[in-house]
């Protein structure tokens, strides 16, 4: 993973529920914070999720994620998420996701989505629309 | 609420995530215990859920939840998680929840839920059958 | 509860990890978005958490929550979540809740606190600055 | 990761509360889901998190997760979830994990750990007695 520029960034704040008990984000809400990012990404691309998915015989699931913990967050810090489609297969989309405090990445990552039929869940190449959507937006 | 004895207890053991800084489980969690009580009751009384509700055009909406936190529960505590109808309405069943550590109760609740229509939401009398499930199985 | 105005109201959008199968927000979800307002709230009023309460020999405990379904909030969507001090005990500090989407309020709650000892966890009166700090900001 | 025996595994119900719109369990709880198993793993070596660290001088921060998603867990489901010590280094210890339903794999993960002095957040070679248990009990 690079350190390339991440056109999506969105921003959000530590959440008490979010920590645990050494004062820190628990492992797994990071996968919270990358899907938040996430979310913005479809909605700026023009792909709003589920609305531009629904009834088109294509769904999005999560085939694997990854995290890597630089630096813990803590309650009540203002961090940026970064996303960007790092990698478009033929029926995968690979998001690479990164995390900054004050200017310093504490977090990166990747979720890796297949397009599957939503009933069959059997892989479907990535509607040319939304692949182009892609595209344009990493283009910038 | 009373001490009456609750015919369903469910065992669980305070999970890590649901801890926060101050090292007890955070206050919105107790919900999530409630909620996996209720689960068991549903399957206590022949009812599961959500099985035994589609295409009977009734599903259950939670109305109004209330939790009153004696003592903290903590990381890696077992629990035992209480749960009995005390009071059918018309269209609404409240819960009474009550949660133990070491036979002291450290949380007690209720959770109001509505029988609705799940397409239009409008309140609907409790299904005679679900009703009689339920008074069968408090009368023990 | 009324319909009195909230000085402190806090944005947050619904994230996909908060709804469940029934396409909505699971109830105890409603707890976390009070405590996000909660934690805006310390800081309007010039007394963070838990910076403003290190070391001074008090923290705060939840007693107990009360939570109102009116209607669901649903995924993606921005609601708004209002906090209030409503009403000062000697040692204990209850807040109103509201959450509001499009002007619409779905959910209301109320959230109590009992000012405590962080060791003993015995009742200590709410400190004079804070008290002073809540009904400075509540006047306006 | 291979298909190797774990002598750890713990059972668990999948709850509403972690089930998203989809119908299924929300990507990041499966990190919930491997905290709980590496919990048992921890009591089934004679080292409970944290009671045997604590005032060691040594504590274990997540450093790296990846989770692959096979199949969904959906509601209610019974799953167990397997741990197993897969490689210790000299100052890390990664966890191989996977979920099983109905004897079908359906996530496989892995969870790797620093051991840091807490407060410095240095890296720390694993305590012997701690290397030790970990060999002992998976030699069997």
Redesign the interface.
Same mark, same amino acid.
């Given at each position: 993973m690079t350190d390339m520029p991440f056109r999506l960034r969105e921003r959000l704040?530590v959440?008490? @529920?979010e920590?645990?008990?050494?004062?820190i984000v628990?492992?797994?809400? %990071?996968?919270?914070y990358f899907?938040?990012a996430i979310?913005e990404y479809w909605r700026a691309i023009g792909k709003?999720y589920?609305a531009a998915f629904v009834g088109t015989g294509v769904?999005l699931? @999560?085939?694997?994620?990854?995290?890597?913990?630089l630096a813990?967050a803590r %309650?009540?810090e203002l961090v940026e998420v970064g996303c960007r489609a790092a990698r478009l297969g033929r029926t995968s989309i690979a998001f690479e996701l990164a995390i900054w405090r004050d200017g310093e990445r504490i977090t990166r990552g990747e979720?890796v989505y297949a397009c599957a039929d939503p009933v069959a869940r059997c892989a479907i190449p990535i509607p040319l629309p939304l692949r182009d959507a892609i595209e344009a937006f990493e283009r910038g």
């Open positions: 704040r959440r008490w @529920a920590t645990d008990l050494q004062g628990f492992n797994g809400h %990071y996968l919270t899907d938040v979310t709003p589920p769904d699931f @999560a085939v694997k994620s990854t995290v890597e913990y813990p %309650y009540d979720v």
